[in-house]
């Protein structure tokens, strides 16, 4: 209806008119938002891409097994501590999180290392599932085997592969056992066997959930 369309569009054009100032601000504000959004993407661009130059120095200590340089740098160059306290949101901190992880563990840190390693996330399939398995091993030595278990379990099950899945459903089958559930240490085992055939842990793992299964029938 013509006139009922002219009739909404003069209501919009006098409600405009007598909140100019409400509707400029608005405006105003939403170009502040959209703004500040893209500032903080820019600012996070340029801060990751200087954390990952000043990281280098430190992942070449780590590949050199020079553990304590890797973490808290030599004096002139950052370790990757420095660069989770001074770059922390970007993707450099997240990895550096994952190398602490590792060197706390290696030393026996496992608490700290099991800090670090639950703030990496990653989507690559190989070093995420690497991460869970490394938690896993922490909450491992530290007993606490409930968070052990949950962790092997993540480590197997995110994106199985013929490559590590059968590593991983092995530490699990280790972790249900120490917890005294034979049942579910088995069922580790037979996943191994039933769908890794050509794994290097196939071997392993039957003659363990023969021995698991002798257990359990006593």
């Keep these: 209806n013509p006139e009922a369309i002219a009739d909404r569009l003069g209501r919009g054009e006098t409600f405009l008119k007598?909140?100019?100032?409400i509707v400029g601000g608005a405006i105003a504000l939403l170009?502040?938002?959209?703004?500040?959004?893209?500032?903080f993407q820019i600012h996070k661009a340029n801060q990751n891409e200087a954390a990952q130059g000043e990281m280098f120095q430190a992942v070449y200590y780590?590949?050199?097994?020079?553990?304590?340089?890797?973490?808290?740098?030599?004096?002139?160059?950052?370790?990757?501590?420095?660069?989770?306290?001074?770059y922390g949101g970007t993707d450099a901190?997240?990895?550096?999180?994952?190398?602490?992880?590792?060197?706390?563990?290696?030393?026996?840190?496992?608490?700290?290392?099991a800090d670090h390693l639950e703030e990496f996330s990653s989507s690559d399939f190989l070093v995420q599932a690497h991460a869970y398995a490394l938690t896993g091993d922490a909450y491992l030595e530290l007993g606490q085997l409930d968070d052990?278990?949950?962790y092997y379990q993540d480590a197997a099950g995110y994106k199985p592969n013929k490559f590590f899945t059968p590593k991983y459903l092995s530490k699990?089958?280790?972790?249900?056992?120490?917890?005294?559930?034979?049942?579910?240490?088995?069922?580790?085992?037979?996943?191994?066997?039933?769908?890794?055939?050509?794994?290097y842990e196939y071997s392993e793992a039957r003659k363990q959930k023969a021995r698991l299964e002798g257990l359990a029938s006593n």
């Design 18 to 21: 007598e909140n100019t100032k």
């Design 31 to 39: 170009i502040l938002v959209i703004a500040g959004i893209l500032g």
């Design 62 to 86: 780590f590949e050199q097994d020079s553990l304590d340089y890797a973490l808290a740098g030599d004096g002139v160059q950052p370790g990757f501590l420095d660069i989770i306290d001074e």
């Design 93 to 113: 901190a997240n990895l550096a999180h994952f190398y602490v992880g590792s060197i706390y563990l290696s030393q026996g840190e496992f608490q700290s290392a």
């Design 148 to 150: 052990a278990i949950g």
């Design 172 to 199: 699990l089958a280790i972790a249900y056992e120490a917890a005294g559930d034979l049942g579910g240490a088995i069922d580790a085992y037979e996943e191994i066997e039933e769908n890794y055939p050509d794994a």
